[in-house]
Nanobody, 120 residues
Framework: QVQLVESGGDSVVAGGSLRLSCSASGYAGYMAWFRQSPGKEREGIALYSRGTTTYVDSIKGRFTITKDRAENTLYLEMYNLKPEDTAMYYC??????????????????WGRGTQVTVSS
């Protein structure tokens, strides 16, 4: 069983920046960030797969996903935040390869989330 713990969420003004962290216990494998706003489905936004990264269009150029292998921690650097980025952000992991970000059900492990609120 892999435990994922997110941190770093906060309330910021539009144009601000945040760095989210996801600390993993054990082998987490393929890791990703998802987000969910009230009334919306959970959306995969960034995937880290053996050094290869994938992003959805809405965050390209503004968010960066990285992984510190030594610390077994996943990060999401977020710049130029917009009000529409407001959501609960979740870390997800799967020991085996995943095809992409479209289906959250392929990820075996989830954190409890960290809230990001962006005001205009």
């Amino acid at each position: 069983q892999v435990q994922l713990v997110e941190s770093g969420g906060d309330s910021v003004v539009a144009g601000g920046s945040l760095r989210l962290s996801c600390s993993a216990s054990g082998y987490a494998g393929y890791m990703a960030w998802f987000r969910q706003s009230p009334g919306k489905e959970r959306e995969g936004i960034a995937l880290y797969s053996r050094g290869t990264t994938t992003y959805v269009d809405s965050i390209k150029g503004r968010f960066t996903i990285t992984k510190d292998r030594a610390e077994n921690t996943l990060y999401l650097e977020m710049y130029n935040l917009k009000p529409e980025d407001t959501a609960m952000y979740y870390c997800a992991a799967n020991p085996w390869p995943v095809a992409g970000l479209s289906d959250p059900n392929v990820f075996a492990y989830w954190g409890r989330g960290t809230q990001v609120t962006v005001s205009s």
